[in-house]
Structures are given as C-alpha cells and as structure tokens.
C-alpha cells in the first residue's frame, strides 16, 4: 500500500515536504506522532494522528508514538489562547501507561516484526538535560528571527493576543525539534507527522537535523478536522468526546458518530475507518440515493465504536439507542448499565419518591397519581391504562389495580414511565 496515496484519497493531507513521497517509496520508515499526555484518555480529537500511524503501519512501515513528558510540562502554543496546567512526572507516567493501553487497540507494539509500533517518552532524555547544555548545544543552531517566522509564534505575539507569551511557550518549537533530531539519531525516524498547525514546530526538528545531524528529514501534516457547520470537531455541550468509557460511555460514542451531519459522514467515513476506497465509495453512492436511511452515519459509527471499543459494546449501543424507538423489550431495558440508562434519558422528566414510601408494594396509580404527580390526576391515569396507553418499564400496563415495589425499579433506583409512543418520564428512588 502506498502510504501517501492512501492518504491522499482520504483527505488527510495538508501539507507534504518534497521527497517524503519518494522515502516511502524507497525504504521501510519509521515516523513518530507526538500526543499530549495531559490526560489519562485520548479523545476522538487526537483520532487523526492516531488513523495516520495505523496507516503507516498498514503500508509496511515502522509507527513512533512520542508521549510528550517533557513538553506536555511546557505547553505547546500552537492554537492555544493561553498557557496550559502543568503536570508533575508521577501524573505523566501514569498517563502514559493508559494512553499505552488504548493505542494498543489500533497499534501492533508486540510483534517481533521490523514495524513493531514503539512508544517513547521525551521526559527520558530531556530529564538529564541542563538549561546550559541545551541552549549551548541545540539553541545556538536555530536563530531568534527563525523562531519568530512561525505561525505559531506570530499569532500569539500579534494584536489579537492579550497575555502575550512566555518564554517557557516560545522554546516549545525548540524542545520538539529536539525531539525529532533525537529520534533520527536513535531511532532512525526520518519523517514527523501531525495536524497542519505542527507545520511550524515540525519543520524546526527538519532543520535541527540538517543542521546537526547533516541529515535529511521529512514532515507531513493532516488537515485540522472541522464540522460542515464550522463548529469544532469532537466537542459537545458535555465537553470532549474520550475514548476511555469512564469518560464517554459506548453508547454515548456511539450516538456522537451516528448523529453527525451527511457531509461530515462523507468525510468522517474517510478518515476514521479502515475502510477500502472501492467500499467507501459504495457507501457514500448508496448514501446519496437514499439520506434518510442513515447508511453512511451507521457503518461509520459501527466501524469506529467497534475499533475503540468491541463488537459487544456496539452492539449494546444499537440495542440501546432501540429503547427509545420503541423497538425494544422490558429485557432489552434491564440489561443496560444505570450510565446508559442515563444517557439515553437525559433531559426527561424526572420525579422522586423516598425509599421509605416504596418500602412496601404500592398501588400504581397512587405512585404516579398522588405521590409522584407524574399525571396530572389519577382519573387521567385510568383513562389511559383503559386505552392501554400507559408502559411500566416498557411492559404494558394491563391494571389500575397493579402494584409497583422496590424489584421492578430499573439498577434499584429507576422506573420508566411511557405514556403513547414518545412521552417518557422517570421515577427515581432517592434515600433519605
């Protein structure tokens, strides 16, 4: 597979240094990705960087992940406002073992093949490094007007900026070409890749390598991924969509991919699955003829949640997301976890009722007719469980006589109250 190629159909490229092309071609290569390890998850924001390196892995080459110890203690001012919180090492090391864990998912790091993934630390060799010794042995080769002529630099120095930059910021271009100039030393890793606003940090490490090293090295950077709407992609009014389910449950992810727009899927599709072109082609084909049906949202939000997730969890998804639709089974209900349960009912109404008055079976009509107030009346209840318009729990209520106890709330705590097709509301237990 030809890895630019690959690519380029996907439109995952935004900027490619001459001859990167050619390496490729000529050699196995080893290419590094750095992520930031302020956090203990990825979010689907860092995807991109991530779908590059298992592509790089696919076409036969050998796929770097730089943890940034050591800068993500700096803070990169690439599209940032401000500085950013820095962490101490037992926090980062921590977080790399977890970030580890979920790159595992789209990484070989096990085999003994010549592209095993590798996972590094920059914290490792930047530890050792005193101030002296580095502006002595690295600063003076890369010159203050070239730090300045980055975009990166410009705009947070320029008039939109109010707070300006500190020091710490402006040698964040310096401490990552480093990086890259140590890869190439050690590792042999000739090409940096990253979002299109690393072009300027990239290309520091390109020079430190010429100008050190004597080398040559390559950059190659990714579009910044947008919504059709111009909003920012990955973020919700609940903040980040994680890959850690602790986070961002399955079926929260799930729904995320399902719901995003026609013209996002048509890109989307591209970019965050594995997909061969002759299928994703057909997908989008069959999409275009019929929008309504969804197709392309559904295979992308499959594809993904699988690939982050499992095939089980995906499946607890669309068996989820069906409660709703009025597709599924008191069975279907009890099955899902109370974070689920949650999700899927976030914003409906919601009454309480003491432990102490559910103690004892009650009837249901003075639960949801007196007690709760869920109707407004218990005449307007009886009127519709006469018409058979009223579900406990997605079961039909049969009686105004029915009793309801503690075993017939939902994880102990819930009760799902559904009046016609779409009216839902919840009864929640709550101690005292």
Known sequence: MNFVEELKWRGMIHDVMPGT????KKEMTTAYVGIDPTADSLHIG???GVMMLKHLQASGHRPVV????????IGDPSGKSQERNLLDEPTLRSNQEALKKQLSRFLDFESNQPNSALMVNNYDWMKEFSFLNFIRDI?????VNYMMSKDSVKKRLGEESKSGMSFTEFTYQLVQGYDFLHLYQNFNCKLQMGGSDQWGNITTGTELIRRIASGEAYALTCPLITKADGGKF????????????????????YQFWLNVSDDDAVK?????TMLPKAEVEALITEHTEAPHLRT????LAEEVTVMVHSRADYDSAVEASDILFGKSTSETLRKIDEDTFLAIFEGVPTFEIQATEIATPINVVDLLGEKTKVFASKGEMRRLIQGGGISINKEKL??????????????GKYLLVQKGKKSYSIVRIIQQ
């Open 21 to 24: 092309e050619e390496l490729l």
């Open 46 to 48: 860092h995807l991109v």
């Open 66 to 73: 730089l943890v940034g110890g050591a800068t993500g203690m």
């Open 139 to 143: 600063g003076k080769h890369i010159t």
């Open 234 to 253: 990955g973020k919700t009014e609940t903040g980040n969509i994680w890959l850690d389910s602790r986070y961002t449950s399955p079926y929260r992810f």
């Open 268 to 272: 989307y599709i591209k970019i965050f």
């Open 296 to 299: 392309l949202q559904k295979k």
């Open 398 to 411: 049969e009686s105004a006589e029915a009793t309801i106890s503690i075993s017939d709330f939902l994880n």
